[in-house]
């Protein structure tokens, strides 16, 4: 199912426009090399824009063709190959040196089933010894008062963010409401899967990887017990 509708596409690359690029780009850029890259759900070219620029070449897998109508008419696009369609299970042309998932897109797919489908996938398309990158956000039950299914996560004028959580089920539906001159303008809900990293672990074993290193960030600070998100890399064996 596509999550990534025009109203979220239109306004997409606003609400990413403060999120960091550069250490993002060079992160993926020492990793491949040489060698390709595969980016799943590419959405509007946020990272793979910059890194085909940085002389690395990128491929992109991506069900919603209204984000990639935003990544084809962006200068240096022509130059990203696109395969349209589920990424967990999409098959691109090639072998890569690298596969990358940025900005808690795994949790996009919301089954355990998909989840470990798409490190299959991923598997199938490195080359020997290649990386897979995957940035997303550490669960945070911990906050979560006793008998509470709801956090917010951020509360402004001119938004409020809710995140309500599904414990039994590992699932989440983070909830959005766009308010101007005090109404809510536009309200969307989209659901999520979260996941540990130890089950990560475990899913890219179960398809050939090991995890070669884990940080809080892409400046490469310690993944910690305080750590809210984290950036990992398994390699194929």
């Not at 979220?8 to 250490?23: F, I, L, Q, R």
């Not at 990358?100 to 598997?123: G, K, R």
């Not at 006793?146 to 909830?175: K, V, W």
Request: proline share 7%; hydrophobic share 45%.
């Amino acid at each position: 199912m596509n999550h990534f509708g025009e109203d979220v596409a239109k306004d997409y690359d606003k609400g990413v426009k403060d999120m960091p690029v550069v250490p993002v780009v060079q992160f993926l850029r020492d990793l491949a090399g040489d060698g390709p890259a595969l980016e799943l759900g590419i959405g509007t070219g946020r990272i793979a824009v910059p890194l085909s620029q940085a002389g690395v070449a990128v491929h992109g897998i991506d069900l919603s063709p209204e984000m990639l109508a935003r990544l084809h008419a962006k200068p240096g696009a022509e130059r990203i190959a696109v395969t349209v369609g589920d990424f967990a299970t999409a098959k691109a042309p090639g072998r890569f040196q690298l596969a990358y998932l940025v900005f808690n897109t795994i949790s996009n797919l919301t089954t355990q089933d998909a989840q470990v489908a798409c490190f299959a996938n991923v598997a199938e398309h490195l080359v020997p010894g290649g990386f897979f990158v995957i940035e997303v956000g550490v669960p945070q039950l911990q906050r979560i008062p006793p008998g509470e299914t709801a956090r917010p996560f951020n509360i402004s004028p001119t938004h409020l963010g809710f995140d309500e959580y599904d414990i039994a089920n590992q699932g989440m539906i983070s909830h959005h409401y766009h308010l101007a001159d005090g109404a809510v303008q536009r309200r969307f809900s989209m659901p999520f899967r979260y996941v540990w990293p130890a089950e990560l672990d475990l899913m890219a074993r179960m398809a050939g990887m090991a995890l070669h290193e884990r940080f809080e960030d892409w400046d490469r600070s310690p993944f910690t017990s305080d750590s809210r998100k984290h950036i990992s890399v398994w390699r194929k064996q």
